[in-house]
């Protein structure tokens, strides 16, 4: 166990919020950042496991040694040694031998590579966003009865840095999964390759700027708490009270990583579902706007939409996204309205306003317009645009048919 003083650990702390920065992908993210944990937990292994979106299963990138942990295809939940830190039953594990402890050995367990390797002291604690576990820091050494409780409490910070980036990798990686099956899609449409590049384009320049977001911002308020620290460095004495403030930047740098998750619409879709995302984008929009547009929406599908594959409820989100900017940027409306209902065996989704109507929409539409059909069709939606006659606006409807496995579950 290492033991640095209070100053020594928060800059350990910060340079690893450092290494971080920038980091775009799950492996050299860990491989950053395992050098710098080494000062404050010393580890033979690193890995960091994240659950997939599913819940069902879990993959590890690990960085020291090697194990099958770290190969492909990821792993069933059921089968992780640690799952009960995963599944939110143990706030952390902590174990002086994992070669002879029979919580990582019960039936049907991956704890082979703890045998292989020799794996004896290890720690674990939870990655969490929201209060939802999203994976564990794992820390593993062959020198049994090494870690304490007070590692524990050094780690924990850690896995408070890791999370939210972890999570916006996550966010970045099934964003670029969504484009690579759209491409796919529509390339099964011949007349549809042009509108599913311009998509997939998108959705790359969206993952590299919640990248240079977390680059830009984070590196910048870092930056700052590191000089402060240097200069605390020259004072023969370092007070609880004069490392207050250096905590509070530290929280508050925490706090500004997760508002830029928030951020990132798929991600919203993932936590809260497909109506709190809309209705958030509805708020936001209009106040962003500062128009004064009274705005509705109702959900009547009774939980199927939130049932959909998740590349079809993104394509979806994004489609009523730019319904909703077109009317709340260019209708002059005073109303919006939503509404998210079933219709036989398909989900309908209206989007109503009572602007200025088609004669202005056919002048704004453009690519935005094109990009809203060519999204309905590669997920096999119908779309339409058209008049609404009962408010005067425009009515933007979408409707796609729920599988029949999918429908009423």
Request: with cysteine; charged share 20%; glycine share 6%.
């Amino acid at each position: 166990m290492l033991s640095p003083a209070p100053a020594r650990l928060l800059d350990h702390y910060i340079g690893i919020s450092r290494l971080l920065a920038g980091q775009l992908d799950f492996h050299s993210a860990i491989q950053a950042v395992a050098a710098e944990i080494s000062h404050i937990i010393p580890h033979d292994h690193l890995d960091v496991c994240i659950i997939m979106l599913d819940g069902k299963y879990h993959t590890a990138y690990e960085t020291g040694i090697e194990t099958a942990w770290g190969k492909p295809p990821p792993a069933p939940l059921a089968g992780s040694p640690i799952r009960a830190l995963l599944w939110g039953e143990e706030a952390f594990l902590l174990t002086d031998d994992a070669c002879n402890d029979p919580r990582f050995h019960f039936d049907g367990a991956f704890s082979a590579p703890i045998q292989q390797q020799s794996l004896r002291s290890r720690l674990h604690v939870p990655l969490k966003v929201r209060g939802d576990v999203i994976g564990a820091l794992s820390c593993s050494s062959h020198t049994a009865n090494l870690y304490s409780m007070q590692d524990v409490q050094n780690a924990q910070p850690i896995a408070d840095l890791l999370a939210p980036y972890f999570f916006a990798l996550r966010a970045a990686e099934q964003a670029q999964r969504s484009a690579i099956v759209e491409a796919e899609a529509r390339a099964r449409e011949e007349g549809l390759r042009l509108g599913a590049l311009k998509l997939t384009e998108a959705l790359e320049t969206e993952r590299q700027r919640i990248g240079m977001d977390l680059h830009d911002q984070t590196l910048a308020d870092l930056t700052r708490l590191a000089r402060r620290i240097e200069r605390l460095t020259h004072l023969p004495e370092v007070t609880g009270e004069t490392l207050e403030p250096l905590s509070r930047g530290l929280q508050q740098c925490m706090q500004d990583l997760r508002q830029i998750i928030e951020q990132a619409k798929p991600s919203i879709l993932q936590l809260f579902g497909f109506a709190q995302a809309v209705e958030n984008h509805l708020h936001r929009s209009v106040s962003e706007s500062e128009s004064c547009v009274d705005w509705q929406l109702t959900d009547d599908t009774g939980g199927a939409i939130d049932s959909l594959d998740q590349t079809v409820s993104i394509a979806l989100f994004r489609i009523v996204q730019e319904a909703i900017n077109n009317a709340v940027r260019h209708s002059r409306a005073s109303r919006i309205t939503v509404r998210l209902h079933m219709v036989k065996r398909n989900i309908a989704i209206e989007i109503n306003d009572d602007g200025k109507g088609l004669e202005i929409s056919g002048k704004r539409a453009g690519s935005g317009l094109e990009n809203m059909r060519t999204r309905a069709r590669l997920i096999s939606a119908k779309f339409d645009i058209r008049t609404n006659a009962q408010m005067g606006g425009t009515c933007v409807s979408i409707m796609f048919p729920v599988p029949p496995s999918d429908h009423g579950r």
